[in-house]
């Protein structure tokens, strides 16, 4: 929902009409991102932006207990947002994926290549925030991470283990998936990076941040997130911290 800016209005004297105003510009500032760490919708924009080179104000914010301000700039009260430095606010992980390749990606597309290739990394970004988030990043984060924080009135309380086992079994599945495609391309969706890539990882790494991914049963999906983990827009999340859950001691080794 975008910023309104008000006007400056005309003042009249008695005796000779003053000259209106011109419309008063916008205040620019530092464009700013309101995230949870281990939202994996979040983490995709943070390293979307990272890769494009744009600086960010991060805003951390609840997505278990949404204020009126998350409320005023997404109705939706869901995350992440981003706001950019004239005041305009955009809101959900498609629109602010669309909104910074049409904005930041001209020189650097993270949508790369023809119809087919672009249409290769949706494909890819679609497999990992529906199906994956659906069988591994929604229940383990609800179980691991939100349950502990809500309270048990609305939900709250001690995880779910049988859904996290679950989950870690079905994670075994994309990883294998994840794997076949990494033995046969540069990056997943071709020979550069993409937003695919920062999607898988977005998942992935909050998933790894739980100590959930059993990286050596998969080498080849571990080679690949080893080339992401290592790039420079990776490291501020390897410095990420969420309180009461610490991340294993190998969550931050460019080397696990």
Known sequence: MPLSHGRAMAARLTICPAR????????????????????PFSRRMRLALAEYGATVELVDEEPWAPGPAIFALNPAGMLPIFVANDGTAVCGVEAITEYLEETLGRSG???????????????????????????????????????????????????????????????????????????????????????????????????????????????????WFQRLKSRPAFRPLLADTVRGVPAPAAYADLDF
């Open 20 to 39: 209106v105003p011109a419309e008063a510009p916008p205040v620019f500032r530092m464009p700013r991102l309101h995230h949870f760490a281990l939202d």
């Open 109 to 223: 597309p993270l949508i790369p290549g023809d119809a087919r290739a672009r249409a290769e990394v949706r494909r890819l970004i679609g497999w990992f925030d529906t199906k994956f988030y659906a069988e591994v990043s929604e229940p383990v984060l609800t179980e691991k991470v939100i349950r502990r924080f809500m309270p048990r009135d609305a939900g709250g309380g001690s995880p779910d283990t049988a859904r996290v086992r679950k989950s870690a079994e079905r994670l075994k599945d994309h990883l294998a998936y994840l794997g076949s495609i990494a033995d046969r391309r540069n990056w997943l969706a071709g020979d550069r990076l993409s937003l695919a890539d920062l999607a898988a990882a977005a998942h992935l790494s909050a998933m790894d941040y739980l100590g959930e991914v059993p990286w050596p049963d998969f080498p080849s999906a571990k080679h």
